[in-house]
């Protein structure tokens, strides 16, 4: 289902199977980057992690929506002059 909050649109069924899929990509990185170096993790590792893979699920999430329900037309404010300077 699709909802939009304010102007931000969101699609929840696809952005739960994102979210998923980044925080297992998180947690097999901090396995690697504890497994082979001597880095130790700190509080502030997990929490910026966990709030910098909500966001970054949510980019996903956006290229990943249909384009039928993007807000703008083939013949927006850049479309006719921009092709217009690249063909001449």
Do not use: Q
Not at 10 to 37: P, Y
Not at 43 to 57: T, V
């Amino acid at each position: 289902m699709r909802y939009l909050f304010g102007k931000l649109p969101f699609d929840g069924s696809i952005f739960w199977k994102v979210l998923v899929a980044v925080f297992a990509l998180v947690a097999i990185a901090w396995f690697l980057v504890l497994r082979f170096t001597e880095y130790t993790m700190t509080g502030a590792d997990y929490g910026g992690s966990f709030i910098c893979s909500i966001i970054f699920a949510y980019w996903v999430h956006l290229w990943l929506l249909p384009m039928e329900h993007a807000e703008y037309d083939d013949e927006d404010e850049f479309g006719s002059e921009s092709d217009e300077r690249l063909n001449s």
